[in-house]
């Protein structure tokens, strides 16, 4: 990618604080498309083999862009693509909003074969990249203005 480098050394440049800040939105935003991509491509239960436990779409509707602990306990900022599990209270096999199953659909047993919709979904990185840096180098650009 053309321009990443110079994104790298103004980011250098600013406060911790602000950097995280700026990091956060930009590899959100880059991160929400490799969501999206892999929205599209997650499978929705059909009408026509109804089972009374479980929502059309819960599945789909849990594919979020989340922040990483791991790297914010390092000092670092990260997020992730993944299924967000359901609440604590919602949570178990017969409940209509726990996705719980959605490994099995992602890599496959040895019986259903994976549809792989997270890494449809990873397919879609260098585009993210280029959202990254359409974010980050504005918002850069605005926090190194002088007042």
Do not use: C
């Not at 959100?28 to 969501?35: D, N, Q």
């Not at 819960?58 to 791991?70: G, L, Y």
């Not at 992602?106 to 397919?123: A, D, I």
């Amino acid at each position: 990618m053309k321009g990443l480098h110079s994104v790298i050394d103004a980011l250098r440049g600013l406060p911790d604080e602000l950097r995280r800040k700026v990091l956060r939105r930009a590899l959100a935003a880059g991160a929400r498309v490799v969501r999206d991509e892999a929205k599209q491509h997650a499978p929705v239960l059909s009408n026509e083999r109804p089972v009374p436990y479980r929502a059309p779409g819960t599945v789909q509707k849990a594919i979020a862009v989340r922040t990483s602990k791991r790297a914010r306990r390092a000092g670092d900022v990260g997020v992730f693509v993944n299924v967000r599990p359901a609440k604590k209270g919602q949570r178990g096999a017969t409940s209509p909003t726990d996705p719980f199953y959605w490994r099995w659909l992602e890599f496959g047993t040895t019986k259903l074969e994976g549809r792989g919709f997270l890494q449809k979904g990873g397919q879609r990185l260098g585009d993210a990249l280029s959202k990254f840096t359409q974010v980050a180098g504005p918002a850069i650009q605005r926090l190194n203005r002088p007042k």
